[in-house]
Nanobody, 117 residues
Framework: QVQLVESGGGLVQAGGSLRLSCAAS????????MGWYRQAPGAQRELVAS???????NYADSVKGRFTISRDNAKNTVYLQMNSLKPEDTAVYYC???????????WGQGTQVTVSS
């Protein structure tokens, strides 16, 4: 099973930017959908953004125009560029890879993002 390791979280002021990275321990099939999810205290985990092997992206309405997901298949890495951060973006952010054919899925350990007002 592939291991995913997130990095890039931290504390930032409102209006600032962060870039999250998610590195996979082995080659990720282009069939796999890569995604970023987040979970705030007391809330359910929610999809933030996803990207297919072909580069098709999907975003939660709350982050459209502010966040950008990208994928480097050669480096087995997916990124989340977060701009114009808001306090409500505060959460633990998780990386996920999902194979829609085999229905297998793997999660990273999460990285904390805290946005101060």
């Amino acid at each position: 099973q592939v291991q995913l390791v997130e990095s890039g979280g931290g504390l930032v002021q409102a209006g600032g930017s962060l870039r999250l990275s998610c590195a996979a321990s082995k080659i990720i099939s282009k069939i796999n959908v890569m995604g970023w999810y987040r979970q705030a205290p007391g809330a359910q985990r929610e999809l933030v953004a996803s990207i297919t092997g072909g580069g098709t992206t999907n975003y939660a309405d709350s982050v459209k125009g502010r966040f950008t997901i990208s994928r480097d298949n050669a480096k087995n890495t997916v990124y989340l560029q977060m701009n114009s951060l808001k306090p409500e973006d505060t959460a633990v952010y998780y990386c996920n890879t999902r194979n829609p054919l085999s229905r297998t899925s793997s999660w990273g350990q999460g990285t904390q993002v805290t946005v101060s007002s």
